[in-house]
């Protein structure tokens, strides 16, 4: 009898012990079960030319990973030197202030940091068209030897070991597997949900507020003057072109011409994006020219227009009087979005 209730209390011990591992199992490994988000286009706007997020489902689990590698001093090689370091929040996602960026050991690129807004419509990025899709550009910076000087190899090293990412990995993607795929898809998700839609000029065409007569006028002169390779609703056309600029003789830089190997391309650059202008100074692939005033002004007088490669709108540069020149300058002020500079959703987390 003893034998049968030592047997029996063996067994119900044995059954208990694996009834509280497979519940701690259970506990460890919840459901993959991720918030899904929708992406919005704004009303009026066109469809973005590729679905960015079509093979890497938009979840505010992936949004909230890539939110924290964007931020996160880890991805460079002193831990000085985050993604915003460089696009900062307050000025658009770009770098205020300085013509170019600050990297690792002091040294310094030798170009303006792009804003980062609305990613989702184009097709290239950087000035010279050199990255063809969101979910690799971050290679470049960090990769870089003047920017965040790191291997990936590195970077995913000291993502392992932080038990923050490996929770969040998992909650993001399924299981807690950390690599360069998932780390490039959720810093997409971040980067690829921000968006600029909500200037007075957005206001206006909403009719839900009305420009100053200087703004209406300026916005007059924008449409007969700069809306040609500045397409509405974007501000840019996302094409490639030589605005007459006098090429660095210590930069060397010649543009697109680097990516394609073609000199036809020689001194294109990507036109940028005028939303958010009044937040993105020194301007220009340089940051050669430091206020609105003076990036006006080139339009004016400054076109070198005895290059071959010049864009055939600028041959005869743009005529516009002093007047016409306040008056673009407040429309342009019109396209600055405060609630991008100040959306904690995009603020760095706490």
């Known amino acids: 009898m003893k034998f049968k209730i030592l047997i029996s209390l063996i067994l119900t011990l044995a059954a208990t012990v694996f009834?509280?591992?497979?519940?701690?199992?259970?506990?460890g490994s919840k459901p993959y079960a991720p918030s899904y988000l929708k992406f919005t286009v704004p009303a009026g706007w066109p469809q973005p030319p590729t679905d960015i997020f079509k093979d890497n489902p938009l979840t505010e689990e992936g949004f909230q990973l890539g939110r924290k590698l964007f931020y996160d001093g880890k991805l460079s090689k002193d831990g000085n030197f985050p993604c915003a370091s460089c696009h900062q929040q307050f000025a658009a996602f770009?770098?205020?202030?300085?013509?170019f960026s600050h990297g690792f050991d002091n040294a310094f690129t030798f170009r303006n940091a792009p804003a980062l807004f609305n990613l989702a419509w184009m097709k290239e990025m950087h000035w010279d068209g050199g990255v063809n899709h969101i979910e690799v550009q971050p290679l470049a910076?960090?990769?870089?030897?003047?920017?965040?000087?790191?291997?990936?190899?590195?970077?995913?090293?000291k993502l392992v070991i932080d038990t923050a990412y490996t929770r969040m990995f998992t909650a993001a993607f399924g299981d807690n597997t950390i690599n360069s795929q998932r780390m490039l898809k959720a810093l997409s998700q971040f980067m690829g949900s921000i968006q600029s839609f909500n200037s007075k000029y957005d206001q206006v065409k909403r009719g839900t507020a009305s420009f100053?007569?200087?703004?209406?006028?300026g916005y007059n002169i924008f449409k007969a003057k700069?809306?040609?390779?500045?397409a509405e609703p974007l501000f840019t056309d996302n094409s490639f072109?030589?605005?007459?600029?006098?090429?660095?003789?210590?930069?060397?830089?010649k543009g697109r011409m680097r990516i394609t190997g073609n000199t036809a391309d020689s001194l294109k650059f990507k036109v940028p994006s005028l939303r958010n202008?009044?937040?993105?100074?020194?301007?220009?692939?340089?940051?050669?020219?430091?206020?609105?005033q003076q990036a006006i002004e080139h339009y004016r007088t400054g076109i070198v227009v005895n290059q071959s490669t010049l864009d055939?709108?600028?041959?005869?540069?743009?005529?516009?009087?002093n007047q016409e020149k306040v008056d673009l300058v407040e429309f342009l002020s019109s396209l600055s979005d405060n609630d991008l500079l100040q959306n904690t959703r995009f603020a760095q987390p706490n």
């Open 19 to 27: 009834i509280f591992d497979a519940c701690k199992k259970n506990e």
């Open 94 to 99: 770009s770098t205020y202030d300085h013509q």
């Open 141 to 157: 910076p960090i990769t870089n030897i003047t920017e965040m000087v790191e291997t990936i190899d590195n970077v995913l090293k």
């Open 212 to 217: 100053t007569v200087a703004e209406q006028n």
């Open 226 to 230: 700069c809306n040609s390779c500045h």
């Open 241 to 253: 072109r030589n605005n007459g600029l006098t090429l660095d003789a210590y930069l060397q830089d």
């Open 277 to 292: 202008i009044r937040y993105t100074p020194p301007y220009m692939h340089d940051g050669r020219l430091l206020s609105l």
């Open 312 to 321: 055939p709108l600028l041959k005869n540069r743009i005529s516009m009087t």
